[in-house]
């Protein structure tokens, strides 16, 4: 893209002048559009104070960095330094400049292994230096494409509100109600910790120094890293899978419309990011959504044939690749067993009520998925539930007994009006209250809804601002070209 210029006030444009304003090229640069250094290799961690890392390929096909800070300026000396002498900078003394230079070098040398760690796990593969950032994964990548699709809230929020699961301090957490007390105070007490601790265990993001590859460690305790309790490969999600309809707008307008493979795309992403008060945002087909849900379902199918059940699905959960949708973050359950968490206002009755899990449970949540895509809403009859929380504690919740769905027949999502009552039928079945009234498996799950996708397929797009980060520039000294690209800190 080195046909684009810059004008003084920092639009980027092609031609002889900048339609935004009149002004010519100019070679000063706008402040936050210029990152130095940008590196391609994990190794420069070893060697620069602050580094602009190549962190992945974000879902739209743009390279996303990482910015590690380290903020070296604050380690310079002299200022402090010939303050305190009553001199200028370069009047100090050369005995002590000499000394200065050598803390100067000390200093730096620690400063430049900060969060960079070696580890010796054989077993899992973890050898060599590592940068290991001090932040969550879930605090530096985005949510979930699914959650920026569908949103964060479940369609039984409002039905159980009262509940007060959802505050400032838990909100996003698998939570426990009375599945600590199931375990009891002395048998099976430890058992529940542990697992618990597992779903609420903190995952960090690291960087290999040898070959810049990502990995999401999983760490009971931030301060000790060499205790690792678990090793994945991060994943980049991918939109492609929903060929998403891209819309450029201003003012509330579509200036222009595009898809993610598109020339065009990159190019008004270019102008997106000048500032030109542009804003971008995606549609998404209900169907082509729907039809991708189908292939989460042979990840279930084989976890419930080895025995366990997920117990935490969700769009969070969930993540988009190139193959199609997987879930993540399990809590995995042993089938017959009381599931140790949960997001309470993302799980089927049994999990609150301390009931053994089966198939059905995932089931329950996968019904919540499908009723954010149909748009429709669960309503029906609630009861009050006395519950232990541990102890001689109890709490009162509300839980929806006799669940059903309302489709509206003049704004439905669905295309022929002849489906409504098989939709809703469908997904009452899903988010009945008793599991044993739900679909027993997966295999008959999805074998009705494969069905009623073929027979009555959804209508509707579903519009979206993605968030894959902050959207700048990368411009590369060779050739002076720009790069749009998304940036997390």
Not at 13 to 21: F, I, K, N, S, V
Not at 81 to 96: E, K, T, Y
Not at 98 to 104: H, L
Request: aromatic share 10%; charged share 25%.
């Amino acid at each position: 893209m080195s046909e684009y210029k810059q004008c003084p006030n920092g639009h980027y444009y092609q031609g002889d002048y900048c339609p935004h304003c009149g002004q010519r090229q100019s070679e000063k640069i706008v402040e936050g559009t210029v990152f130095n250094p940008i590196s391609n290799q994990a190794s420069d961690l070893n060697a620069q104070a602050n580094v602009i890392l190549r962190f992945d390929t974000a879902p739209d096909g743009l390279n996303r960095y990482i910015e590690i800070k380290r903020k070296r300026e604050e380690l310079d000396m002299q200022y402090k330094v010939s303050s305190v002498l009553g001199c200028d900078r370069g009047n100090i003394p050369l005995a002590i400049s000499r000394k200065m230079s050598e803390i100067d070098s000390m200093v730096n040398q620690e400063l430049l292994k900060k969060n960079i760690y070696r580890f010796n796990n054989i077993q899992n593969g973890l050898i060599g230096n590592y940068y290991l950032s001090d932040r969550t994964v879930s605090s530096i990548v985005p949510a979930t494409l699914l959650t920026q699709i569908l949103g964060e809230r479940s369609k039984l929020d409002n039905l159980y509100a009262e509940n007060g699961y959802r505050s400032a301090s838990c909100e996003g957490k698998a939570m426990n109600t009375a599945a600590c007390a199931s375990y009891g105070e002395e048998y099976g007490s430890k058992e529940f910790q542990d697992a618990r601790r597992e779903v609420e265990s903190k995952k960090y993001i690291s960087i290999s120094l040898h070959d810049s590859q990502v990995k999401v460690l999983c760490l009971p305790d931030r301060d000790n890293p060499t205790s690792v309790k678990s090793i994945e490969s991060f994943q980049s999600e991918d939109i492609s899978i929903f060929q998403p309809t891209v819309q450029i707008k201003k003012m509330g307008d579509t200036v222009c419309s595009t898809d993610i493979h598109a020339d065009e795309y990159k190019k008004q992403m270019v102008q997106v990011a000048n500032g030109n008060k542009l804003s971008v945002y995606y549609k998404v087909a209900r169907q082509r959504l729907a039809n991708a849900l189908t292939t989460l379902f042979k990840d279930l199918s084989q976890l419930h044939k080895s025995g366990y059940v997920h117990c935490d699905l969700k769009p969070q959960n969930i993540l988009c690749l190139h193959d199609g949708l997987h879930p993540f973050d399990p809590v995995c359950t042993k089938m017959g067993e009381v599931s140790a968490g949960m997001t309470t206002n993302f799980c089927a009755p049994e999990q609150i009520l301390t009931q053994p899990v089966t198939p059905a449970t995932d089931i329950y949540n996968l019904g919540l998925v499908i009723l954010s895509i149909v748009d429709g809403i669960v309503y029906g009859k609630i009861s009050d539930y006395i519950i232990p929380t541990g102890g001689i504690k109890t709490k009162n919740v509300k839980l929806l007994v006799e669940p059903m769905i309302y489709i509206d027949y003049s704004d439905s999502n669905i295309d022929n009006k002849e489906g409504i009552p098989y939709w809703k039928a469908f997904l009452e079945k899903c988010l009945a209250f008793d599991p044993t009234n739900r679909f027993r498996d997966m295999d008959s799950f999805a074998m009705e809804y494969h069905r009623l996708l073929v027979q009555y397929p959804l209508k509707n797009e579903i519009e979206f601002h993605p968030d894959f980060g902050q959207l700048s520039f990368i411009k590369w000294k060779n050739d002076g070209s720009l790069e749009p690209a998304w940036f997390i800190e």
